[in-house]
């Protein structure tokens, strides 16, 4: 019998890197995608078995780099590889700056019904500072080209604890993200890596260090102001109206199957986990490489449902052998019991690493 599985397509190309990006993308590289969309479908060829599909992502990078007619190509070629649900939930995720009215009708005519918009802030300012490659009027106009071509399944990524970033500032950019009334919002707190060049900004001074317990308070304004306007904060950084939430990067949060394809993609299928090469030179040969392979054990298994349910709003049913850590973590202040389940509290959501490292085996 075949497996059901989510399948991810990797795209990842971008105009220019942002200061902040730690993600597999490659700037000036657009010349590279039809060798790329040829590898992808190599890779689609070799690992595909007739899997049902229950959803589509194509992130990146910036897939809305792909031309509409090569990416109705590429759902043409997984339409007859696999088994994709008529329901299925096909999201791309897309840039400002990358999409117009006539692109955003052509895929969605060519199948793709979920739209995931990276807009970030809706402040010049922070966008500058971030090296966005759009402003705030391009990301608002963006989200009016998407209703006009039809789309009625919309997600903003926003990124908040920005160097210098007040809270009246981070409160403006969620207001004016609400007013684009879009089905599901995705919050990250910025994430700081080393080498990047925001990073070397803050080093050298010519930005203000992060502060953490501002970025605390910005997340916990996120969830009372959503709260209020009727989302729902399903999931640590992900709030959806009813019945919006991302089913694809649910199988993800419910430990499930799913198929990663193209340069630096992972895979997770029955006990075995793997992921490409992250050198598009090396994955462009269309030898699959895998830059990482490795069985998962029962025990590691478990404890990765435990600590991928507990994202979630709804937690997790307690198995017996993780009672003595829900216990501490309960009387801690980072646990709660609803019913029969567990799950994380406000601060618990907040600190949530300190609460999954205590599920992993020795
Ligand atoms: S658009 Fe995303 S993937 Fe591309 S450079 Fe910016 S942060 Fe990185």
Same mark, same amino acid.
């Given at each position: 019998? $075949?497996?059901?599985?989510?399948?991810?397509?990797?795209?990842?190309?971008?105009?220019?890197?942002?200061?902040?990006?730690?993600?597999?993308?490659?700037?000036?590289?657009?010349?590279?995608?039809?060798?790329?969309?040829?590898?992808?479908?190599?890779?689609?060829?070799?690992?595909?078995?007739?899997?049902?599909?229950?959803?589509?992502?194509?992130?990146?990078?910036?897939?809305?780099?792909?031309?509409?007619?090569?990416?109705?190509? +590429?759902?043409?070629?997984?339409?007859? +590889?696999?088994?994709?649900?008529?329901?299925?939930?096909i999201?791309?995720?897309?840039?400002?700056?990358?999409?117009?009215?006539?692109?955003?009708?052509?895929?969605?005519?060519?199948?793709?019904?979920?739209?995931s918009?990276?807009?970030?802030s809706?402040?010049?300012?922070?966008?500058?500072?971030?090296?966005?490659?759009? $402003?705030?009027?391009?990301a608002i106009?963006?989200?009016?080209?998407?209703?006009?071509?039809?789309?009625?399944?919309?997600?903003?990524?926003?990124?908040?604890?920005?160097?210098?970033?007040?809270?009246?500032?981070?409160?403006?950019?969620?207001?004016?993200? !609400?007013?684009?009334?879009?089905?599901?919002?995705? !919050?990250?707190?910025?994430?700081?890596?080393?080498?990047?060049?925001?990073?070397?900004?803050?080093?050298?001074?010519?930005?203000?260090?992060? /502060?953490? /317990?501002?970025?605390?308070?910005?997340?916990?304004?996120?969830?009372?102001?959503?709260?209020?306007?009727?989302?729902?904060?399903?999931?640590?950084?992900?709030?959806? !109206?009813?019945?919006?939430e991302?089913?694809?990067?649910?199988?993800?949060?419910?430990?499930?199957p799913?198929?990663?394809?193209?340069?630096a993609?992972? @895979?997770?299928?029955?006990?075995?986990r793997?992921?490409?090469?992250?050198?598009?030179?090396?994955?462009?040969?269309?030898?699959?490489?895998?830059?990482?392979?490795?069985a998962? @054990?029962?025990?590691?298994?478990?404890?990765?449902?435990?600590?991928?349910?507990?994202? !979630?709003?709804?937690?997790?049913?307690?198995?017996?052998?993780?009672?003595?850590?829900?216990?501490?973590?309960?009387?801690?202040?980072?646990?709660e019991?609803?019913?029969?389940?567990?799950?994380?509290?406000?601060?618990?959501?907040?600190?949530?690493?300190?609460?999954?490292?205590?599920?992993?085996?020795?």
């Open positions: 019998m $075949t497996q059901d599985i989510a399948l991810y397509i990797h795209v990842p190309f971008c105009r220019r890197r942002c200061r902040y990006c730690s993600f597999v993308s490659y700037a000036h590289r657009q010349t590279d995608i039809p060798a790329y969309v040829n590898a992808l479908k190599c890779e689609l060829e070799q690992r595909a078995n007739r899997e049902q599909v229950g959803s589509i992502y194509f992130g990146g990078g910036t897939p809305s780099l792909l031309p509409a007619e090569i990416l109705g190509d +590429l759902l043409a070629a997984i339409r007859s +590889l696999f088994d994709l649900d008529e329901a299925a939930e999201t791309i995720e897309a840039n400002p700056g990358t999409v117009d009215r006539t692109y955003l009708a052509d895929i969605k005519k060519a199948g793709v019904n979920r739209l918009l990276g807009i970030q809706l402040n010049d300012r922070e966008l500058e500072m971030l090296g966005r490659i759009h $402003t705030a009027a391009e106009d963006s989200v009016k080209a998407a209703r006009n071509a039809g789309f009625d399944n919309l997600n903003l990524d926003l990124i908040y604890g920005l160097p210098g970033q007040t809270m009246k500032e981070w409160q403006m950019a969620l207001s004016g993200a !609400l007013a684009l009334k879009p089905e599901h919002l995705s !919050l990250y707190a910025l994430s700081l890596e080393e080498g990047t060049p925001l990073y070397r900004m803050i080093e050298d001074k010519q930005l203000p260090a992060i /502060d953490p /317990d501002i970025t605390a308070d910005q997340y916990e304004l996120s969830e009372n102001l959503l709260t209020q306007h009727g989302y729902r904060h399903y999931e640590i950084s992900n709030w959806a !109206l009813p019945g919006r991302c089913h694809h990067n649910l199988v993800y949060w419910h430990n499930q799913y198929l990663g394809i193209g340069v993609a992972h @895979s997770h299928i029955g006990n075995h793997f992921a490409n090469t992250s050198n598009l030179d090396k994955y462009l040969t269309g030898t699959l490489l895998p830059e990482m392979d490795e998962i @054990s029962p025990d590691l298994e478990l404890a990765e449902t435990a600590i991928l349910g507990l994202r !979630l709003d709804e937690g997790i049913g307690v198995d017996t052998r993780y009672q003595e850590q829900v216990e501490e973590l309960t009387a801690a202040g980072l646990l019991r609803a019913g029969r389940r567990v799950k994380l509290t406000g601060r618990g959501r907040l600190l949530g690493n300190e609460v999954f490292w205590r599920f992993l085996p020795e």
